[in-house]
């Protein structure tokens, strides 16, 4: 098969290649500008005259995802326990009766692959019902049903299709574990539903985010490395690689045909998308996703987009991202505004008090990230608000410390009389009440979890939302356009 790379190969880059650091030339890069030399610094010729900052947060982000790939395997043993004995006292009912049912042979030992088996985010907020509050036709919908499939993308294939098919009466249509070129195992993970009982029919494509335990998925979120496209700005270099990009830094419009194991992410649901949408005329989707699942689920519209896939981006309905970090440049976003304005598709990101992850990377006048789009941002008593910036947009300030840590201290008071003030559905677990702990020191970390994000789109105002789109339209009133862009 021939391939069209017309427009698709990135000859301007730099990725950082902390495996292969050693200290004292780590060290040296703060006092030479000449980082070509550097054998941890892929870049084109040429590219050596960089400011201190740049060498500065270059340093950091290697540092700290040298100290993450440390502890990665440690880590994701300690993981994988702790989420087999969260599983093992709820299979039991608690812990008296565990050591009971032990005691007489009779302990319930579960197994990852049960569809009863949760991960430990879905041990932090076990809630999969959808709210019967927010119908469809409701502005709310849209982010309320997104953020759920999100939450429930963390969960093994039998849960997905379990809850799915049974709880939320819609078709499940997959699940996928993709395959990373460059890591050379599947590390991206999706799945996909229609749901038939809504007019037009609605299939979601639902990205999993960065796992809690999984060092190598935050060592992603901590990278700075980047991809010049032609057309398109600089993107992350490893969101683009999660989603597809290939060996030789592009990406092509079409790519040769390979088995199911060494799938990639972006063609594979592109092709499922054609078939599936090919089946009723009428029929939309939506992305979504949450952390690194929302970082892809904007980065797939993207690619769309440089691709030209007009059929597809016209019946894009929308893209709901949580918690997502940032994923371009500046000339990333004004791309992309173009492409959202040109097909009327609405984009909300949606971000949560203190979350650290959409602090991510760090942007400011020495670093390309930037993020774009309609921010819905939350605070602790979720209330919303349309924002072009998240505050503390960089999360690290010193003049934010102690706000953070007062702001924390109210989350955890707030954890035991929330289902008092807002109802049943909104009572907390001792998992999520010791993050809650933790985050008196990082306030960040339980600001992250899908339980927030869940309660910002069913407590939050629906004024902050765009009117839901309906079947015979496609297109924003001139006073809401604004909000959407």
């Known amino acids: 098969m021939a391939i069209n790379r017309s427009m698709s190969i990135s000859k301007n880059y730099m990725l950082l290649k902390p495996e292969e650091v050693q200290l004292f030339d780590l060290i040296r890069i703060l006092f030479f500008r000449d980082i070509e030399k550097r054998n941890f610094v892929n870049t084109p010729e040429g590219v050596h005259d960089e400011p201190f900052?740049?060498?500065?947060?270059?340093?950091?982000?290697?540092?700290?995802?040298?100290?993450?790939?440390?502890?990665?395997?440690?880590?994701?043993?300690?993981?994988?326990?702790?989420?087999?004995?969260?599983?093992?006292?709820?299979?039991?009912?608690?812990?008296?009766?565990?050591?009971?049912?032990?005691?007489?042979?009779?302990?319930v030992t579960p197994e990852k692959s049960w569809p009863t088996f949760l991960?430990?985010?879905?041990?932090?907020?076990?809630r999969v019902e959808l709210d019967k509050n927010i119908k469809h036709g409701d502005s709310r919908y849209y982010g309320a049903f997104s953020v759920m499939a999100a939450k429930i993308s963390y969960e093994n294939k039998d849960y997905i299709k379990k809850t799915v098919e049974d709880l939320w009466k819609m078709e499940f249509l997959g699940f996928y574990d993709f395959w990373n070129e460059f890591q050379e195992k599947a590390t991206t993970q999706a799945f996909m539903l229609r749901d038939k009982n809504v007019d037009p029919e609605m299939i979601v494509v639902a990205f999993r985010g960065t796992e809690t335990f999984d060092a190598d998925a935050w060592c992603t979120d901590f990278d700075i490395s980047w991809y010049d496209f032609p057309g398109m700005g600089k993107v992350h270099g490893g969101f683009i690689k999660a989603l597809g990009l290939q060996k030789d830094a592009s990406l092509p419009d079409e790519i040769e045909k390979t088995d199911d194991e060494h799938a990639t992410a972006y063609y594979s649901i592109r092709e499922k998308l054609k078939e599936l949408l090919k089946t009723n005329e009428k029929s939309k989707f939506i992305v979504t996703g949450h952390s690194l699942g929302g970082a892809l689920a904007i980065l797939f519209p993207a690619v769309l987009a440089l691709h030209k896939e007009e059929e597809l981006l016209k019946r894009l309905e929308g893209v709901y991202t949580f918690g997502q970090p940032r994923v371009g440049d500046d000339e990333f976003g004004e791309f992309m505004k173009e492409q959202l304005k040109n097909y009327s598709i609405p984009y909300y990101r949606f971000v949560y008090c203190n979350?650290?992850?959409?602090?991510?990377?760090?942007?400011?006048?020495?670093?390309?990230?930037?993020?774009?789009?309609?921010?819905?941002?939350?605070?602790?008593?979720?209330?919303?608000?349309?924002?072009?910036?998240?505050?503390?947009?960089?999360?690290?300030?010193?003049?934010?410390?102690?706000p953070k840590m007062i702001n924390a201290f109210w989350e955890l008071i707030r954890s035991f009389i929330i289902p008092y003030t807002k109802g049943p559905d909104y009572k907390e677990g001792g998992t999520l009440r010791v993050l809650r702990l933790i985050g008196l020191l990082i306030a960040g970390v339980p600001a992250h979890s899908t339980q927030e994000y869940v309660n910002c789109t069913r407590l939050g105002s629906a004024d902050v939302y765009l009117p839901v789109h309906d079947d015979h339209a496609k297109s924003n009133t001139n006073s809401e356009e604004p909000k959407n862009l």
């Open 119 to 126: 991960s430990f985010n879905g041990k932090i907020d076990d």
């Open 355 to 402: 979350d650290i992850v959409p602090r991510l990377p760090y942007d400011d006048s020495t670093l390309t990230f930037k993020h774009f789009g309609t921010c819905l941002y939350y605070n602790s008593f979720y209330k919303g608000e349309v924002v072009e910036e998240e505050p503390n947009k960089n999360y690290f300030s010193p003049f934010a410390a102690i």
């Open 53 to 107: 900052m740049r060498r500065w947060l270059i340093f950091v982000s290697i540092l700290v995802q040298k100290g993450l790939q440390t502890v990665s395997a440690p880590l994701a043993r300690f993981g994988s326990n702790l989420e087999m004995w969260l599983n093992l006292l709820s299979n039991n009912g608690n812990f008296l009766k565990l050591a009971w049912n032990f005691l007489r042979g009779k302990m």
